[in-house]
């Protein structure tokens, strides 16, 4: 019986690629168009600096899943002929604020005593990151760049991992809502809406923000909530970002990204005009020319969000062979998921130590 995979996100899509490259047969169940998807609309980072300030694990296991990235994309563009357009030359976050600048650095420096000293950043006076970025506006103080920071596409990524599931033998199920998970003595069974039952010998939840509606009954605690992020994308323009930030970068096809915001608003994924012309604010104090340039789309899409922002990696305690896994960085995770979490699913051995991304950290 196959591994049954329920939601077809970057998630899911990941791990499926991965147990497929372990020789275990796969069914992803994915929902509706309607559905929230983070995976269609996020801001494409595979970002570390900052990521797990007091949380040197969830640091390594980032740091870990950006080293792995340009191979995993070579391999991608091998098996697909889909290129993810990595970009791993570096990122800079960019300061108009004294204060903020200094209590960013003491994090890093903080997070680099944490992980004993191999956490590589350099801070930037103004007149560094000039060279670096001639276009900064007078408003920029400072930066930081750090060699571990990147961004991808991230559609092209879920393209290319839709045909690399498909092309190893997994099947894709689209337009499946899974209404039910039954769990019995030999495995489970993920009931569709339609009555139609998928059977498997595993059973991954990776359903998202779905996955509220699925996983009680396996014993999951599930603390996560939606966490909305605008995004804004300019015209196409001549390429002058060679480093991404946090908040701003180019896309391979010449747009500016700018965002993301976060708001706790529940379940609400429209874009409001203020938070929209905060970003274009924010945008045009680091790089003023882009205030002559043209909006073409803004969006919002929902984070998943934990308690502490970290992934959450959860064998049921119920049904050992029930795994929920979530996370707030699916793409920088993308490459960990896909080369490391399939020996954790799979109980090996050689798995990796996740245990502090158990749910059990939010029961004490
Ligand atoms: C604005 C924004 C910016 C972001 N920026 C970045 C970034 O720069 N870098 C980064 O690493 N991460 C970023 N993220 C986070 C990243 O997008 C997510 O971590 C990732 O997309 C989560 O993927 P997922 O597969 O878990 O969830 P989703 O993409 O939400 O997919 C869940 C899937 O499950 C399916 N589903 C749900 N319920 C059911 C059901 N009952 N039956 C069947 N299928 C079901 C849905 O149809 C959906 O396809 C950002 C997120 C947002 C919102």
Same mark, same amino acid.
């Given at each position: 019986? *196959?591994? =049954?995979?329920? #939601?077809?996100?970057?998630?899911?899509? !990941? /791990?499926? $690629? #991965?147990?497929?490259?372990?020789?275990?047969?796969? =069914?992803?169940?994915?929902? %509706?168009?309607?559905?929230?998807? @983070?995976? &269609?609309?996020?801001?494409?980072?595979?970002?570390?600096?900052?990521?797990?300030?007091?949380? *040197?694990? $969830? @640091?390594?296991?980032?740091?870990?899943?950006?080293?792995?990235?340009?191979d995993y994309a070579a391999d991608l563009l091998e098996e697909t002929g889909v290129d993810v357009s990595l970009s791993q030359t570096g990122g800079i976050e960019y300061f108009t604020d004294a204060a903020e600048l200094e209590a960013y650095v003491a994090r890093l420096t903080q997070l680099r005593d944490d992980l004993g000293g191999d956490y590589p950043f350099d801070v930037l006076d103004r007149e560094a990151v000039k060279e670096r970025v001639p276009e900064v506006g007078e408003k920029v103080i400072g930066g930081v760049f750090s060699t571990m920071d990147g961004h991808v596409n991230p559609l092209k990524l879920l393209r290319a991992l839709t045909i690399a599931v498909r092309k190893a033998g997994g099947d894709i199920f689209t337009g499946v809502q899974v209404v039910d998970i039954e769990a019995g003595d030999d495995g489970f069974a993920a009931v569709l809406k339609d009555g139609t039952k998928v059977d498997g010998e595993r059973l991954i939840l990776a359903a998202g923000l779905g996955a509220l509606q699925l996983g009680h009954n396996l014993g999951f605690s599930m603390p996560i909530r939606p966490q909305q992020g605008q995004v804004l994308i300019t015209e196409k323009l001549p390429y002058f970002l060679k480093y991404p930030s946090g908040t701003l970068r180019q896309v391979n096809e010449g747009g500016v990204q700018i965002g993301a915001s976060k708001a706790e608003v529940g379940m609400i994924d429209s874009i409001d005009i203020p938070t929209v012309a905060k970003l274009a604010k924010h945008a045009t104090d680091i790089f003023p020319h882009l205030g002559k340039v043209k909006l073409v789309r803004s969006w919002a899409a929902l984070r998943i969000m934990s308690q502490d922002g970290l992934p959450i990696y959860q064998r049921?305690?119920?049904? *050992?062979?029930? !795994?929920?896994?979530?996370? &707030?960085? #699916? /793409?920088?995770?993308? @490459? %960990? &998921?896909?080369?490391l979490l399939p020996d954790w699913i799979l109980e090996r051995n050689t798995a990796p130590d996740l245990s502090h991304f158990s749910e059990s950290r939010f029961h004490v």
């Open positions: 019986m *196959p591994v =049954v995979i329920v #939601g077809g996100g970057i998630v899911g899509l !990941s /791990i499926a $690629y #991965g147990l497929l490259k372990t020789d275990q047969s796969v =069914v992803v169940l994915d929902g %509706a168009e309607e559905d929230f998807r @983070a995976s &269609h609309g996020n801001f494409g980072l595979v970002w570390v600096q900052g990521k797990g300030a007091n949380a *040197p694990a $969830y @640091a390594s296991w980032t740091r870990q899943s950006a080293a792995l990235w340009q049921s305690t119920k049904f *050992p062979r029930a !795994s929920f896994v979530t996370c &707030h960085s #699916g /793409i920088t995770l993308s @490459a %960990a &998921h896909a080369r």
